[in-house]
């Protein structure tokens, strides 16, 4: 089985539909330092389920992701206020991260996280699956047989 990551910011959500759909997992990241990122989960939850159309909604796995731990000190919004909306926005409460990645503190837990609820899913859903583009080393001989370039 695949997996397909695909990682986005808010600046590229022009691209919309083709690139949430087909997504399996989706990991909403704030910055513990500034609070209107925190804000925005909500919306960015909503837009992501209404731009990949999942076919189970209430079921979709989420992970929120609070980035800049290496930043404590300028810290504006608390661990609990985070755990408190992953409790509420979810029917099983939603995986919960603190990280750094400038310290690439818990950053591989997260991902880790990620593939484990992608894999959880059972088969992928094929109503969009990406085009893969595949480099190969041409033979030992110098006899490529490809019709590329």
């Known amino acids: ?18 690139f949430y759909r087909g997504a399996d997992v989706c990991m909403l990241v704030y910055d513990i330092t500034q609070p209107k990122s925190f804000e925005n989960l909500d919306l960015w939850r909503i837009e992501f389920l209404t731009q990949a159309s999942p076919s189970d909604t209430q079921n979709f796995p989420f992970i929120v992701i609070a980035n800049k731990l290496d930043r404590k000190n300028d810290r504006l919004v608390s661990t609990q206020r985070a755990q408190t909306w992953c409790a509420r926005t979810s029917i099983s ?10 310290a690439a503190t818990e950053v591989e837990a997260a991902f880790r996280m990620a593939a484990q609820l992608a894999l959880s899913k059972g088969s992928m ?21 490809s019709s590329c370039c």
């Open 1 to 18: 089985m695949t997996i397909n990551l695909h990682i986005g910011q808010e600046r590229f959500q022009s691209l919309g539909v083709g």
């Open 93 to 102: 409460t939603l995986p919960f991260f603190e990280t750094s990645a400038k």
């Open 125 to 145: 859903e094929a109503e969009f699956l990406p085009e893969t583009i595949s480099f190969r080393e041409a033979p030992a001989n110098g006899d490529s047989k």
